[in-house]
T-cell receptor
Framework: GQQLNQSPQSMFIQEGEDVSMNCTSS?????WLWYKQDPGEGPVLLIALYKAGELTSNGRLTAQFGITRKDSFLNISASIPSDVGIYFC?????????????FGTGTRLQVTL | DAGVIQSPRHEVTEMGQEVTLRCKPISGHDYLFWYRQTMMRGLELLIYFNNNVPIDDSGMPEDRFSAKMPNASFSTLKIQPSEPRDSAVYFCASSRQGGMPQHFGDGTRLSIL
């Protein structure tokens, strides 16, 4: 199935640094979601974006819905060790009753002390 | 509030055996989704239900896979007969409405020997 392209694939950063990752698609989406997955657990929703150009924050996390509707960005400020995990973007079309999520390939974040 | 509950958390069985995975969605959520996660293919949607009715099963790999939702609080994903290539983590997710974010369970890690 289709997957969204996420970059970078992995990141090693030091505690306190800011992190940026993005997600791009060849298709337009009406909703963008960002999830975080810890080992042995399911993805947990971080931020949901519903309008092109929308900028939304959740604590140290900020995400933006790209104007073209084909991309989204996630920034984490002042990273801490518990930010370690895999971050997934997901796009949703919301056409009629269609509710399929298309997931990105994931960005693995490692935070060193 | 209780989240999406999946059982079992881990399943190890021999190829050819029948496997049944179970999911209890969040109360009040009308949509239920089954996903499969592997290193090679990432998160793939297998099937989703709206108000207990299967809407899209185009992601179900083959006839060995079947899913049911007999009521609003329970769904099963069955594999019969199982094969080693079915080994993966299977997630269940639910959402309140079609366009609303999906909430994931902690998954069932399935190993077929």
């Amino acid at each position: 199935g289709q997957q969204l392209n996420q970059s970078p694939q992995s990141m090693f950063i030091q505690e306190g640094e800011d992190v940026s990752m993005n997600c791009t698609s060849s298709s337009i989406f009406n909703t963008w979601l960002w999830y975080k997955q810890d080992p042995g657990e399911g993805p947990v929703l971080l931020i949901a974006l519903y309008k092109a150009g929308e900028l939304t924050s959740n604590g140290r996390l900020t995400a933006q819905f790209g104007i073209t509707r084909k991309d989204s960005f996630l920034n984490i400020s002042a990273s801490i060790p518990s930010d370690v995990g895999i971050y997934f973007c997901a796009g949703q079309v919301n056409a009629g009753t269609a509710s399929k999520l298309t997931f990105g390939t994931g960005t693995r974040l490692q935070v060193t002390l | 509030d209780a989240g999406v509950i999946q059982s079992p958390r881990h399943e190890v069985t021999e190829m050819g055996q029948e496997v049944t995975l179970r999911c209890k969605p969040i109360s009040g959520h009308d949509y239920l989704f089954w996903y499969r996660q592997t290193m090679m293919r990432g998160l793939e949607l297998l099937i989703y239900f709206n108000n207990n009715v299967p809407i899209d099963d185009s992601g179900m790999p083959e006839d060995r896979f079947s899913a049911k939702m007999p009521n609003a609080s329970f769904s099963t994903l069955k594999i019969q007969p199982s094969e080693p290539r079915d080994s993966a983590v299977y997630f269940c997710a639910s959402s309140r409405q079609g366009g609303m974010p999906q909430h994931f369970g902690d998954g069932t890690r399935l190993s077929i020997l």
